[in-house]
């Protein structure tokens, strides 16, 4: 992981999401979610497992689209 932070965006079918902060990485794929820390860095529970949320949301509204199933 490089030293800096950034944020990668990709966009299309495979949608992609890199941030890289103080040395925690998180990547959003369509079906990946991913978090990586250097050793040393902080890493925020709350942060992360609100992130993880927003992406099962998402991801599970994106297969609902695909499949046409609504939730009962």
């Known amino acids: 992981m490089a030293t800096d932070d950034f944020i990668h965006l990709t ?10 902060i103080n040395g925690v990485q998180t990547t959003v794929c369509a079906n990946r979610f991913e978090i990586l820390t250097k050793p ?9 497992l ?5 992406w099962i949301r998402w991801r599970n509204a994106q297969v609902m689209q695909v499949s046409g199933d ?3």
Do not use: C, N, V
């Open 50 to 54: 609100q992130s993880l949320r927003d």
């Open 70 to 72: 609504m939730p009962s």
């Open 11 to 20: 966009t299309g079918k495979d949608y992609e999401k890199i941030t890289h």
């Open 40 to 48: 040393t860095s902080e890493l925020h529970e709350e942060q992360a």
